[in-house]
């Protein structure tokens, strides 16, 4: 199954109390909560580029699996991290922030973010 496509987020969980624990200033929280960001994936054999526009801010990574590249995290913090597959899910592990994408169906994408015993999860499906 192809992770390609455009992703509306639908619905998540955790999501103040895991912007805090990252360091998300509060009142950008609050200006986030409730807005639907679109999440655009091209996939290309082992190349991905994930770009997630939320309001006005937009973060665009390009990776290749198996293979360590430089990422954009949501605090604006570029760190090194290598990105794996496993079946149809993504796996890498951002400072700290273990993140698992898992194409569920073929129009549903969640997102886990997990930061010590905290989990943010992301449900998005595909428009």
Known sequence: MSFTGKYQLESHENFEPFMKAIGIPDEL?????????????????DNFKLTVTTGTKVIVNSFTIGKEAELETLTGEK???????????LKGSLKGVESVTELVDANTLVNTMTLGDLVYKRTSKRV
């Open 29 to 45: 929280i609050q200006k986030g909560k409730d807005l639907k960001s679109i999440s655009e994936i091209e996939e290309n054999g």
């Open 79 to 89: 760190i090194k991290a290598v990105i794996r597959r496993e079946g149809n899910k």
